[in-house]
């Protein structure tokens, strides 16, 4: 316990910076005018023929990415913590990236096997 | 220290020299990281999965078809009871960073406080959930099982050209991985709840008081927003792409 406490009073001063209450509202409105703007495309721009679904799909993806970098960023304070903390999160992340880039690859191919 | 000191004499003080965690974390706070980090591997190969699928799929039930009703209001209100959902979901991670921060303080009614708003949004997004599956599981889709094929074509949009081998093989697919995924998340929304109340409870009893710090609040909330986090990708995989 009494290392606990100990640990989070250094925590504190290592990091001047640290989440206000200010803030916190800021990425709230980040994150819903982000989600505006995907029903915006989902609800107006693509029925109306403004921009076709394989343009929209790929912002989808890139407002996600945003959004998903804020919650990460700011809520779970990781941006705040020490870098080694941050790559060790991060980098593993790529896996994913790699595992997304193989299957996309392999679904093209499924495609051409069902025709 | 004399200056003839030889240099393996040195103390060194840097953060990998031993003797304190070099990322200024408490220990069970960077296992949180490390076990959001495995379930978000567990997670991405479940909507990975669910990506390739439907990219080699003939045709895919139209999202704003499928989910265009909102419970007791409007059969005809394409994705905006979703939007309600995500919006839940945000505000709930915003009053649990509002408990993190009013535990920095030490304010243990502010923490209370804002604990119980984040549990009642949690408990209203299972409440969506659950009225979301009901409906579509009135409408005949569950678990290996997809409405009669004069009524599962409706959810394929017009252009689509599908015939009826494909409208029941993807609509199964689609049924399959929508209960699995959603019902995943939602899991991890209940068993969220179900922590959050444990450790309302332990800060009412003063057990984080006592203890001087309320870590145990920023490692819960941590899983929290990562809960938030995975909605922000099954919504757009879902319900916009």
């Not at chain 1, 990091?15 to 994150?31: A, C, D, R, S």
């Not at chain 1, 505006?36 to 679904?53: D, N, Q, R, S, T």
């Not at chain 1, 790529?94 to 051409?112: A, K, M, P």
């Not at chain 2, 959001?36 to 669910?50: E, G, K, Q, R």
Request: aromatic fraction near 16%.
């Amino acid at each position: 316990m009494s290392s606990e406490h100990t640990h989070t009073t250094d925590h504190a001063e290592e990091h001047g910076e640290t989440m206000t209450k200010k803030k916190i509202w800021q990425v709230f409105f980040v994150l819903l005018g982000i989600t505006c703007v995907e029903f915006m495309i989902a609800l107006y721009l693509v029925p109306h023929g403004v921009i076709k679904v394989n343009v929209a799909n790929p912002v989808y993806i890139i407002l996600t990415l945003a959004k998903a970098f804020y919650i990460v960023a700011y809520f779970m304070h990781l941006k705040f913590e020490k870098v080694g903390l941050i790559f060790s999160i991060v980098v593993p992340v790529l896996f994913i990236i790699g595992l997304i880039l193989v299957l996309t690859n392999e679904s093209h191919h499924w495609i051409d096997l069902r025709l | 220290m004399s200056t003839q000191a030889s240099s393996i004499d040195h103390v060194k003080t840097t953060p990998w020299a031993g003797g304190r965690s070099p990322f200024s974390v408490e220990y069970g706070k960077i296992m949180m990281w490390f076990f959001l980090l495995s379930d978000a591997f567990t997670f991405s190969s479940l909507l990975i999965s669910y990506g390739a699928l439907r990219f080699s799929s003939a045709a895919w039930p139209a999202p704003d078809i499928v989910f265009k009703a909102f419970p007791y209001v409007s059969e005809n209100a394409p994705l905006v009871f979703v939007g309600l959902m995500t919006f839940i979901l945000i505000m709930s991670s915003v009053t649990m960073v509002l408990a993190v921060e009013a535990g920095h303080r030490g304010a243990k009614n502010e923490v209370v406080k804002w604990m119980l708003w984040t549990i009642l949004g949690g408990l209203m997004f299972l409440g969506c959930q659950a009225l979301e599956w009901t409906h579509l599981h009135s409408e005949g889709f569950w678990w290996g099982s997809v409405p009669p094929l004069e009524k599962l074509q409706e959810f394929f949009s017009a252009d689509s050209h599908a015939n009826a081998v494909v409208m029941t093989t993807y609509g199964h697919q689609f049924a399959n991985l929508f209960f699995t995924i959603t019902g995943f998340h939602g899991f991890h929304v209940f068993s969220g709840v179900v922590i959050n109340i444990i450790i309302t409870i332990n800060v009412l009893k003063g057990t984080y008081e006592k203890r001087g710090s309320y870590l145990m609040v920023e490692k819960i909330g941590l899983y929290w927003h990562f809960v938030d986090l995975v909605w922000v990708f099954v919504f757009t995989f879902f319900y916009l792409v």
